[in-house]
């Protein structure tokens, strides 16, 4: 409610907005901030049903959870660079698309992987996958977010789409955790009228192992939201328009420094 009120406010306000509206005009922009917002949400969902299931099920320690994505990040942080140089020769649009494509296979294939008897080394291929989803996302969205965009409004632009991506991640922090109670409540045995088995329990303890399948089947079903979210923003990425060359900036760069240099010459001769 509050977000709209500004919304509002700024397409009223006559004086200098802190959201120029007129940022959306732009396809690219209004088509990545959707895309970002899909990131947002299943980067912050997709992680709590599968660290709580290796902590739970597999009896993970929080540090050795932590190390299952150790090929995640490895793969991503080699590719960066790799990915950083090919968005300004291809279309961003199928590096993107591609790489949150990739993301949802991942997931789906860590929800098929969720039993209580996979061998745990399995998961570092899902997690090698999402190294590759990484690496095609964050540098080709961000760039075809703000590539079009005047220098006068990158700053805002930039603003916009960082605070969409904070709009995503809290959306899905609060819809994975709501998923979570309901299919654990589905999942797992009742304990009682009106209760079940894994009312109370702390995700960080132990759980008896005649409820790891009931366990593992909720958190597998849990991050399918993720998954499908993800799905919606690869869709969205193929519809970007073939991003402009980049002239406004170099135009305007040059226009500031034969300025610069007239008042230069001007200063010379009256001196």
Not at 11 to 24: C, I, M, Q
Not at 211 to 237: E, K, N, Y
């Amino acid at each position: 409610m509050v977000l709209a009120a500004f919304v509002l406010w700024q397409r009223f306000n006559k004086g200098e907005p802190l959201l120029p509206l007129a940022l959306f005009r732009d396809r690219n922009f209004s088509l990545a901030n959707i895309g970002i917002t899909t990131v947002g949400f299943t980067v912050t969902a997709f992680s709590l049903p599968l660290i709580f299931y290796y902590q739970v099920v597999r009896g993970l320690t929080p540090t050795q959870s932590a190390l299952m994505m150790v090929p995640m990040a490895l793969i991503s942080g080699g590719l960066a660079p790799v990915v950083g140089k090919l968005v300004d020769r291809v279309n961003p649009k199928y590096i993107t698309a591609t790489g949150l494509v990739l993301m949802a296979v991942a997931l789906l294939w860590n929800s098929a992987l969720m039993q209580p008897d996979t061998p745990i080394l399995m998961f570092l291929l899902p997690s090698a996958v999402l190294g590759f989803a990484n690496a095609g996302i964050w540098a080709p969205l961000s760039t075809t977010a703000t590539r079009n965009l005047p220098p006068r409004q990158a700053g805002a632009g930039s603003g916009v789409y960082n605070t969409t991506r904070q709009i995503g991640a809290v959306l899905g922090s609060a819809a994975i955790a709501v998923l979570i109670q309901s299919r654990l409540a589905a999942e797992l045995p009742k304990g009682g009228p009106g209760g079940s088995a894994g009312e109370g329990l702390a995700m960080g303890g132990s759980l008896p192992g005649f409820l790891h399948s009931g366990f593992s089947t909720a958190m597998g079903q849990a991050i399918l939201l993720p998954a499908g979210v993800i799905l919606v923003g690869a869709a969205v990425a193929l519809f970007f328009a073939k991003p402009q060359p980049v002239q406004n900036w170099g135009a305007q760069g040059q226009q500031q420094g034969q300025t610069s240099a007239k008042v230069d010459a001007g200063l010379d001769s009256a001196g």
